[in-house]
Every structure is written in structure tokens, then in C-alpha cells.
């Protein structure tokens, strides 16, 4: 019997829509795509729905590859490197080109993260970050120096009359 497709290509697997749930049978086409959506920096509700499975059933399938999720862009990027130096050495004039711009990207993005922290490894960001408790401080603060501001006029006035 052959295997019968949904809409976007994906097998209906044998049962669906009947009693009790198929057992899902996860492909390395499938592991390749959790990969690639894990990079791009996907949820993982819209993992499983891509997939067509529950999140928990993506949880207990792909387990190991969702806990490098970090790791996922960076190795995506690293195979994107890889596969242009590949063409570049093959001789393809354009991924030379391609080649030398994504390099020029990764320095821009390396200059840019080091001056962007501190000695202490703190972002600029996050030491001029000021929290709600901090600007409540600081309102009150500039509300007592306008008080006593007022009433220090007040009682200039009251002097003179």
C-alpha cells in the first residue's frame, strides 16, 4: 500500500483518525527540521505544529536536540561557512563573494558585542537599565526637592509680607 500525503507533503500515518493515537515515528528528515527551527529560534508549540505532533510528544522525541538550543544557530551559521568556503574553493565566483560579506557580518558582530560590555563582562544596556523600584526612588526624590522648593518660596513670600 502506499503512503498517503497531507497538503504539505507530510505521510498520514496509518490509524490517524481512528481510535487510540498512531505511534509516532520520528525521521531524520524530521530531526533535520527541529534543528533548523530550534536555529531560527522557534517556540516550541510552533515546533510541534510544524511537525504535526503535541508538544509533548516533540519533548520526548527530540529531547537532546531541544536542550542545544543555544548551540542550534550557532552550528547553522558554522554549516553556512562551511558550505560557502566549499563552493568558494570549487571556484563559484558568486559564493567567494557571498563568502566575504558574511566574514565582513561576523567581524561587524564581533566588534560590536566587544564594545558593548564592560570590563566586567555587563552590557552598556543592562548597566544604564534602571528598574521600576529605582525611577519610584528617584520620583520621590525630585518630588521632596520640589516640595521643599515650594515651600521654601512660600515662606520667602510670607517673610516679606
Do not use: C
Amino acid at each position: 500500500m502506499e503512503p498517503n500525503f497531507d497538503l504539505f507533503g507530510h505521510p498520514v500515518r496509518e490509524g490517524f483518525g481512528n481510535r487510540g493515537r498512531p505511534p509516532y515515528e520520528p525521521t531524520e528528515k524530521d530531526r533535520n527540521k527541529v534543528k533548523l527551527l530550534l536555529a531560527l529560534g522557534w517556540a516550541n508549540q510552533r515546533i510541534a505544529n510544524a511537525l504535526g505532533v503535541s508538544p509533548a510528544t516533540l519533548k520526548r522525541y527530540f529531547r537532546a536536540d531541544m536542550k542545544e538550543r543555544d548551540a542550534m544557530r550557532d552550528r547553522l551559521d558554522a554549516r553556512r561557512f562551511e558550505i560557502a568556503l566549499e563552493q568558494a574553493n570549487a571556484g563559484n565566483v558568486t559564493a567567494l563573494r557571498e563568502l566575504g560579506a558574511m566574514i565582513d557580518r561576523n567581524d561587524r558582530m564581533s566588534i560590536e558585542a566587544s564594545m558593548g560590555k564592560s570590563s566586567d563582562g555587563e552590557t552598556s544596556a543592562s548597566r544604564d537599565k534602571v528598574g521600576k523600584k529605582m525611577i519610584d526612588e528617584q520620583r520621590a526624590h525630585a518630588a521632596d526637592a520640589d516640595l521643599m522648593a515650594e515651600l521654601e518660596s512660600e515662606a520667602a513670600q510670607n517673610a516679606r509680607h
